[in-house]
Nanobody
Framework: QVQLVESGGGLVQAGGSLRLSCAAS????????LGWFRQAPGKEREFVAA????????DYADSVKGRFTISRDNAKNTVTLEMNNLKPEDTAVYYC????????????????WGQGTQVTVSS
C-alpha cells in the first residue's frame, strides 16, 4: 500500500509559477514510478509528467515541455513538480500517481492516486 498526499496548489496569474509536492508513504516507494496527471472540468484526466523508479527516465506532455520540471527524492519519498510560465489552460486538479515498477505514464497503469490539489491560473 502506498499513500500519496499532494500540496502546493493555489491561485496564480498567467506567467506565474507554482510548485507542487507529493509525499509518498508506504513500503518500497522507491520501486514506483511517480508522476503527475491533471483533470480540468469536463475533460478527461491527462498525463503531465513522470519519472521512473530509477530516476533515469523523465517524460513530459508536449503541452508542458519547457515549462514544467519533475523531480524525485527517494531519500525523502517525495516527487515535486515545478511549474513555470503558467497559462490559463493549465487550470485543473493535479493528481500525484504511483506505478509499481512502471513509467507512471499511462493512467490505466497507475496503482495509487493522491487526492488531488487545485491549480487555478487567471488570465
Amino acid at each position: 500500500q502506498v499513500q500519496l498526499v499532494e500540496s502546493g496548489g493555489g491561485l496564480v496569474q498567467a506567467g506565474g509559477s507554482l510548485r507542487l509536492s507529493c509525499a509518498a508513504s508506504g513500503r518500497t516507494v522507491s520501486m514506483y514510478g511517480l508522476g503527475w496527471f491533471r483533470q480540468a472540468p469536463g475533460k478527461e484526466r491527462e498525463f503531465v509528467a513522470a519519472v521512473t523508479f530509477s530516476g533515469r527516465n523523465i517524460d513530459y506532455a508536449d503541452s508542458v515541455k519547457g515549462r514544467f520540471t519533475i523531480s524525485r527524492d527517494n531519500a525523502k519519498n517525495t516527487v515535486t513538480l515545478e511549474m513555470n510560465n503558467l497559462k490559463p489552460e493549465d487550470t485543473a486538479v493535479y493528481y500525484c500517481a504511483a506505478d509499481r515498477l512502471g513509467t507512471a505514464r499511462k493512467s490505466y497503469e497507475i496503482d495509487y492516486w493522491g487526492q488531488g490539489t487545485q491549480v487555478t491560473v487567471s488570465s
